[in-house]
């Protein structure tokens, strides 16, 4: 079984900047692409950011310029640097990683428990 646990959301002023973290743990022979999506009232889950095993990246127009996805590979752990935060940005943030737990399966997606976000003043 494969767990992701995320932790710094919260509440911050406009303009403020937070950091999101998502380590993966469990049983784990690799993890493809990692990433973050959010969801906010009443809106379809999108994409934010994601990072393949490589380094290589894709953004959100709407996040472009001010958040940045990175990774830890020895870690397991996924981060997203979000600055110049936005009313809009208030969402519930979710991990997401493509994780191959059985060299007799291919990689399956595993989602976090979600972690808030507000943007307000």
């Known amino acids: 079984q494969v767990q992701l646990v995320e932790s710094g959301g919260g509440l911050v002023q406009p303009g403020g900047s937070l950091r999101l973290s998502c380590a993966a743990s469990?049983?784990?022979?690799?993890?493809?692409?990692m990433g973050w999506y959010r969801q906010a009232p009443g809106k379809e889950r999108e994409l934010v950011a994601a990072?393949?095993?490589?380094?290589?990246?894709n953004y959100a127009d709407s996040v472009k310029g001010r958040f940045t996805i990175s990774r830890d590979k020895d870690k397991n752990t996924v981060y997203l640097q979000m600055n110049s935060l936005k009313p809009e940005d208030t969402a519930v943030y979710y991990c997401?990683?493509?994780?191959?737990?059985?060299?007799?399966?291919?990689?399956?997606?595993?989602w976090g428990q979600g972690t808030q976000v507000t943007v307000s003043s």
């Open positions: 469990g049983s784990i022979i690799s993890i493809n692409v």
């Open positions: 990072i393949t095993r490589g380094g290589s990246t």
């Open positions: 997401n990683a493509e994780v191959r737990s059985s060299w007799y399966h291919g990689y399956a997606d595993y």
